[in-house]
């Protein structure tokens, strides 16, 4: 692999924060921002998918998508087909894109209908998507991509042949201009509101999984992996 | 309240489908998309947040967002200085936006990397923000918006007063060019990988809450509300 295409920089660490810039800096809640890398990392880490936007024909477009993080890369595949991975492709020196992840963790009552709110993670990523050509890199990045949504799976699972990888573009954005926002605790209301006959607090979400459920045609002899009794 | 601003249509009928257009008709797996009208309101209403995309200096911007569905117009609201609500009220005759809602349903393991998948409904409303000025839209609208989260709890809190009303926007974009796109169901193994040894199957995904914290400075004879146990 050249050196211009490994997906994790060495030197990187990372005790250093991102850098804020004009369009990371939210306009309101600075409060909640963060450019704290290990905070982005996890909270991106934890994601199944990511919801991306793009620009087509002068209108936004937010798809969800699946996505991966290497080190201070993202990736995102797609059939060679499908319209932002071939826009990414066809434009000269790629898309602009911005891609979101959120996780929410629990809904916020007030006393004031004003103060609702919800407890939320997420993650803003500003850049643009190039394709990539590399094949040990797009190797790299389809793994990862298997890996992000069940830990391990790329190892246990037949990899991409010729002609699955001819149909699958890859497009990588790096993290470099992108910002963090959290917010946690419970609600925010007014002194003069505190004396409200009204119920304050927070309901916690949960996330989970039910038991993993075989495929119809699958051989009974082969049995759950034990990578599924960790997500 | 002007006819004009009434936010349920009453000649809307549930049974028939949105029309398709050039951009909701996907590039890829048609066979996933819909636009049957109860199904969109379902995953719509199903929604804590939506992620909101929109163009700021050419540039695409995705951020997670509280919304509400009243009949056949979303509602979307905000610090009238926040910029996505800024931008539709400075806009005319409004703010070009993609608002997207997705609920990940499962983990698909197929035996090859390349059909793995997750089991998802999704709903992509194009259209043009435009800013609510009528009094009893924006009550109702902000009303809807805190029910979204919690059904029934807009009736149990403080109303906004003025001078929150004053520093709230309301914009509402009415649901007319979208599309939903699901995918249930196992994995879509080739027929030569269904002997491969690997497991193949659904990982389901589940999601609750936790039991209900209460504020800290709650009045201890106040009991959580009983809406809170539908949730």
Redesign the interface.
């Known amino acids: 692999m050249s050196e211009t295409s490994a997906p994790v920089s060495a030197s990187q660490e990372t005790a250093t924060p991102y850098t804020p810039t004009g369009?990371t800096v939210p306009?309101?809640g600075r409060a909640r921002a963060s450019y704290d890398r290990e905070l982005v990392h996890s909270i991106l880490d934890e994601a199944?998918?990511c919801?991306?936007?793009?620009?087509?024909?002068?209108?936004?477009?937010?798809?969800?998508t699946?996505f991966a993080r290497v080190g201070e890369r993202l990736y995102v595949h797609?059939?060679t087909?499908?319209?932002p991975l071939?826009a990414a492709g066809a434009a000269d020196p790629g898309l602009?894109?911005?891609?979101?992840v959120?996780h929410?963790d629990g809904?916020v009552?007030?006393?004031?209908?004003?103060h609702?709110s919800?407890n939320?993670r997420?993650v803003?990523v500003?850049g643009t998507a190039v394709t990539v050509t590399d094949p040990d890199e797009r190797r790299i990045a389809?793994?990862a991509i298997?890996d992000q949504?069940?830990p391990g799976?790329?190892r246990?699972?037949?990899?991409?042949?010729t002609k699955?990888l001819a149909a699958?573009a890859v497009v990588r954005l790096d993290l470099d201009e992108l910002s963090a926002k959290v917010r946690t605790g419970?609600?925010n209301?007014d002194p003069a509101?505190?004396?409200?006959?009204?119920?304050?607090?927070?309901?916690?979400?949960?996330?989970?999984?039910?038991?993993?459920?075989?495929?119809?045609?699958?051989?009974p002899a082969?049995?759950?992996?034990g990578y599924?009794g960790s997500?």
Chains 1, 2 share one sequence.
Do not use: K, M, N, Q
């Open positions: 369009r306009s309101r199944y998918l919801h991306l936007g793009f620009v087509r024909d002068g209108a936004p477009v937010v798809l969800p699946l797609g059939s087909g499908s319209r071939h602009p894109v911005c891609l979101t959120t929410v809904l009552l007030a006393r004031s209908a004003f609702h919800i939320y997420c803003v500003h389809l793994d298997v949504v069940v799976r790329s246990d699972s037949r990899p991409a042949d699955e699958t419970g609600p209301d509101d505190l004396s409200l006959p009204y119920w304050a607090g927070v309901v916690p979400l949960t996330r989970g999984h039910a038991a993993p459920v075989p495929a119809d045609d699958l051989d082969i049995p759950a992996p599924l997500l």
